[in-house]
């Protein structure tokens, strides 16, 4: 049997064909933004404008931090999430991205309302103790809070925080239990841990590194895929006997859903080509993370989707809840 089109939808076919990559080669036509959800010096901070200059050789148009701090990144996700899904907003999401939702309900979902570009690079933090401390390795240290439930504390800094998290995974996997000690960030919790009064912390390689060298903490493992930058000779979970404990702080640039299939593999295609750059892999080693192996749009969103459903699974397991 032949089947025979009409003629207006012959020209249709043709017309969305042509069209196709005509968006492709006529995107972008004016600059693009990059939302960093917290302020300028931090790490999303660093990462981004590490990537920006040469995404924006690349396309062909500026790439703008856009700076929106608040509510745990939750502001810089919703201002992304109500965004024109045309492939001119862009944001650097971590960790806090999917967790937030999980602890207080948000009017987007983390992983459904946005489309995963790439995943750019990760840091990898370090599981240390004070310098006097009795505890000398992850063996002791597992051996320890098995024998008394509890009695281990361990230093917070927010609920949701990657140091936060990392522990949760820890004790889940080796099926220990310390005790949560919260403090308002960092800083604080690090004076009370050189002094002994904190038992375990997990904290990034790049701050945990001076104190190692000066002698007042011990580093026990890195907490990551790999081995910290910093702190190349530390051995990770994983090379420790410790399974499922390892996770990475990674950062993932996502936009909305939705893109124009065209737009989408244009902005792909500029992201593999800036990722692979020796000169931006050094950048982004420099403000301590560790580049990532490009991979597709379609491989970010389900990296993004099997993070999502790993942390909904721990903070349900854990009784895991938002602060106040």
Known sequence: MTLILPRRALMGGAASLLAAPALAQAFPQRPIRFISPFPAGGII???????SEDLASELGQPVVVDVRT?????????????????????????????????LTPQPFHPVDAFQG????SHAVSVLVVPANSPLTSVAGLVAAARAEPGRLNYLRPGHGTFAHMAVEVIQRAQGIRM????????????????????????LPAGLAAPHLREGRLRALSAVGSTRALELPDL???????????????????????????????????AWQVVLTRPSVQDRLRGVGTVPAAPISPAQTQALLAREYANYATLVRDANIRAEG
């Open 117 to 120: 570009l790439v995943k750019v």
């Open 235 to 269: 051995r990770t979970l994983g090379e420790q006997g410790i399974q499922g404990a390892d996770v990475d702080s990674w950062y993932i640039a996502i936009a909305p859903r939705g893109l124009p299939e065209p737009v989408l593999a244009r902005i792909a295609a």
């Open 70 to 102: 608040g509510a745990g990144g939750m502001i810089a996700a919703q201002n992304l999430a109500q965004s024109p899904a045309d492939g001119y907003s862009w944001l650097l999401a971590s960790l806090g991205h999917i967790v937030g939702p999980l």
């Open 45 to 51: 901070d660093l990462v981004i404008r590490a990537v």
């Open 179 to 202: 005790t949560a000690v919260d403090y308002r960030g960092l800083p604080p919790g690090v004076v009370d841990l050189i002094a002994g009064r904190i038992d375990v912390a997990v």
